[in-house]
C-alpha cells in the first residue's frame, strides 16, 4: 500500500520561505515521477512541480524562479524549497507521486503566507 507522509508546512510572512518534504512508501520498484499540486480555498487543485525519475522537471509559471522541487530516488523522498513567497502562495499542499500511471495522493499540508 502507497504512502505518501508530507511535513514541513506552517505560516509566513510575504517574502519568506518554507520547506516541504514528503516520503513515500510502498513501492519496491519507486516511483515514475513526484512533486506537488497545491490547493487554495474555492479553487482547483493546480500543478506546482513535479520531477521525474530521470529529472525532467514540469514547473508552473507561477512558482519559477522562487521553488525549487528535488528528489532522492533512493529513499523516496521529495521535497519543495519555497522562497520569496506571496500571499497567493497561501494553499493546501498535496504530495503526488506516480506509478506506472497510478497517481497518489499525500494528505495535504497548510501553508499560509500573510503580514
Known amino acids: 500500500q502507497v504512502q505518501l507522509v508530507e511535513s514541513g508546512g506552517g505560516s509566513v510572512q510575504p517574502g519568506g520561505s518554507l520547506r516541504l518534504s514528503c516520503a513515500a512508501s510502498?513501492?519496491?520498484?519507486?516511483?515514475?515521477?513526484m512533486g506537488w499540486y497545491r490547493q487554495a480555498p474555492g479553487q482547483q487543485r493546480e500543478l506546482v512541480a513535479m520531477?521525474?525519475?530521470?529529472?525532467?522537471?514540469n514547473v508552473a509559471d507561477s512558482v519559477k524562479g522562487r521553488f525549487t522541487v528535488s528528489r532522492d530516488n533512493a529513499r523516496n523522498t521529495v521535497n519543495l524549497q519555497m522562497n520569496s513567497l506571496k500571499p497567493d502562495d497561501t494553499a493546501v499542499y498535496y504530495c503526488?507521486?506516480?506509478?506506472?500511471?497510478?497517481?497518489?495522493w499525500g494528505q495535504g499540508t497548510q501553508v499560509t503566507v500573510s503580514s
Open positions: 520531477l521525474t525519475a530521470g529529472g525532467s522537471t
Open positions: 510502498g513501492s519496491p520498484f519507486g516511483f515514475d515521477a
Open positions: 503526488r507521486a506516480v506509478f506506472r500511471g497510478v497517481g497518489y
